[in-house]
């Protein structure tokens, strides 16, 4: 099997799932964004403050091309990885994707509660926070579906929990288990 991508808006738990499942395979763990930031040697905020969303979009999927997937590792995206065509091409073609989601509104208490969202993670919209997040949402979420191998509610089960799910979906009767 090759490299699984994790999927989702923000806050819907792909770095910390993608961190106990990569744990959970002995597999090793990477982060689109904080791949991103060591890579630019700046913020997503930064970045997306002094170039613009566009500038940043090309270097998100530059960076996406980039990775190394030799070790078939688990990634955690960011949230509109998915808005170009050639990155959902480039994750459907080169492993499997496995998509995290929750409601809107669980999503905007979990960003106000996120001391990264503020600092790190830029509006993407004038809007409020919460609408932003449905109006996202509403055009986001087909694509996540349409890529999704697997989809995990994150509502109903935390993210160690939610790894557990995939590696169960993902390895039917294995018996790896965390240690």
């Not at 065509?85 to 509660?113: P, Q």
Request: charged share 25%; hydrophobic share 35%.
């Amino acid at each position: 099997m090759g490299p699984i991508f994790i999927i989702g808006y923000r806050c819907t738990g792909k770095t910390s799932t993608g961190k106990y499942l990569a744990d959970l395979l002995n597999k090793r763990f990477l982060d689109t964004d904080l791949v991103l930031e060591s890579t630019y040697g700046t913020s997503i905020a930064r970045m997306v403050a002094g170039y613009g969303w566009s500038y940043f979009r090309a270097k998100e999927t530059e960076t996406l091309m980039r990775l190394d997937l030799s070790d078939a590792p688990v990634i955690a995206t960011g949230g509109g990885i998915i808005l170009a065509e050639e990155n959902r091409t480039f994750l459907k073609k080169n492993g499997v994707v496995v998509y995290l989601y929750a409601t809107a509104s669980v999503l905007t208490d979990r960003i106000r509660k996120d001391e990264n969202s503020t600092e790190q993670r830029p509006d993407l919209t004038c809007d409020g926070l919460a609408l932003e997040t449905e109006k996202m949402l509403e055009i986001r979420t087909p694509l996540y579906h349409s890529l999704a191998c697997i989809s995990i509610n994150t509502e109903e089960y935390t993210p160690k929990a939610a790894a557990h799910q995939i590696k169960d979906e993902l390895y039917p009767g294995s018996p790896i288990e965390i240690s």
